[in-house]
């Protein structure tokens, strides 16, 4: 059974720093494709950080400079590494991979951000 379990969301305080991890399990093999989405209320899901095979990332602007995604194939975990928290990056987080040409979301994973 595909799994992508979701960690590291929480509270934090404006300008703090979370880590999120995204851990891929059971059928899902080698990934090639990782990004992590957000979706605040009342707002359209963004893409907010992406990564593929061999290490090139994209970043949406409202990010860029403060998060940073990262993968570890040996676990078969995406992070997102967020510095530097603004309240409008309150959100719930979704990780997404893509392995063997499917698709798979995590469960997503509340990340609030206080001023």
């Known amino acids: 059974q595909a799994q992508l379990v979701e960690s590291g969301g929480g509270l934090v305080q404006a300008g703090g720093s979370l880590r999120l991890s995204c851990a891929a399990s059971?059928?899902?093999?080698?990934?090639?494709?990782a990004g992590w989405h957000r979706q605040a209320p009342g707002k359209q899901r963004e893409l907010v950080a992406s990564?593929?095979?061999?290490?090139?990332?994209n970043y949406v602007e409202s990010v860029k400079g403060r998060f940073t995604i990262a993968r570890d194939n040996a676990k078969n975990t995406v992070y997102l590494q967020m510095n530097s928290l603004k309240p409008e990056d309150t959100a719930v987080y979704y990780c997404?991979?893509?392995?063997?040409?499917?698709?798979?979301w995590g469960q997503g994973t509340q990340v609030t951000v206080s001023s």
């Open positions: 997404t991979v893509v392995s063997w040409g499917r698709q798979y």
């Open positions: 990564i593929i095979s061999g290490g090139p990332t």
């Open positions: 059971g059928s899902i093999g080698t990934i090639s494709l």
